[in-house]
């Protein structure tokens, strides 16, 4: 296997998708969610995409916009145009969803559950188990696993102004995540306790 799983920064990022179809639509509607600016070739356009800033091109146009484009994604049933598309892009960031491995990017199934985004690859050898597999994730973690990695993140925020030692943050850390009152605090949703409960804690730390 020689993918390698890697979170890429789509802020103002330049995406041309060739194609408007539901696969298209599913990358389009992705890649804005995610900050990027969008471009489709195709026939027609939905009026999400088009409300989120997508802009809807002529297949006549795919020279230009792969020019323009930073990343390129092949969602044409078209495979005459979906070849060309790729040979053109040249070096460019390539995501083929009809044909993944011809490409040099691929766009795994992923999902979120509150600020936490999971992706699920199965080297392409099953779609239907990656969607099974996104059941069996979501349906194992809890509120309780999203507010602890809330305070997780609270903590570290304040521990990195306080101890420079990054293993000694990390032993406050794991003192934080086994403490009885904190999980307390969780299961009964007290937030702002919890976080004042770790400010004393990381202060009397602190200070022995």
């Known amino acids: 296997m020689d993918w ?11 995406v041309f998708i060739l194609g408007t179809g539901e696969v298209a639509t599913r990358r389009a509607n992705k890649f804005l969610d995610h900050g990027a600016n969008v471009m489709l070739a195709g026939t027609n356009l939905s009026g999400e995409l088009e409300d989120k800033g997508a802009v809807l091109c002529s ?11 930073d990343l390129v994604v092949v969602a044409s049933g078209d495979e005459e145009l979906s070849d060309y598309v790729s040979t053109i892009a040249g070096d460019k960031l390539l995501n083929r969803a009809d044909r993944p491995y011809d490409g040099n ?12 985004e999971i992706s699920i690859f199965t080297n392409g050898k099953s779609p239907l188990m990656a969607r099974q ?22 903590a570290r925020s304040i521990l990195k102004e306080s101890v420079e030692d990054q293993k000694e943050r990390r032993e406050y850390l794991y ?18 306790d919890a976080k004042c409960y770790i400010d004393d804690l990381i202060g009397d730390c602190h200070d022995t």
């Open 4 to 14: 390698t799983s890697l979170y890429l920064k789509t802020s103002d990022l330049n």
């Open 59 to 69: 297949t006549q146009h795919v020279d230009e916009l792969v020019e323009w484009s």
């Open 105 to 116: 990017i691929i766009v795994p199934t992923s999902f979120n559950i509150g600020e936490i």
């Open 133 to 154: 597999l996104r059941k069996k994730i979501q349906s194992i973690i809890s509120e309780e696993d999203i507010l602890e990695i809330e305070l997780q993140d609270y």
């Open 175 to 192: 003192e934080i995540f086994e403490d009885e009152k904190i999980n307390d605090f969780i299961k009964n949703k007290q937030i702002d």
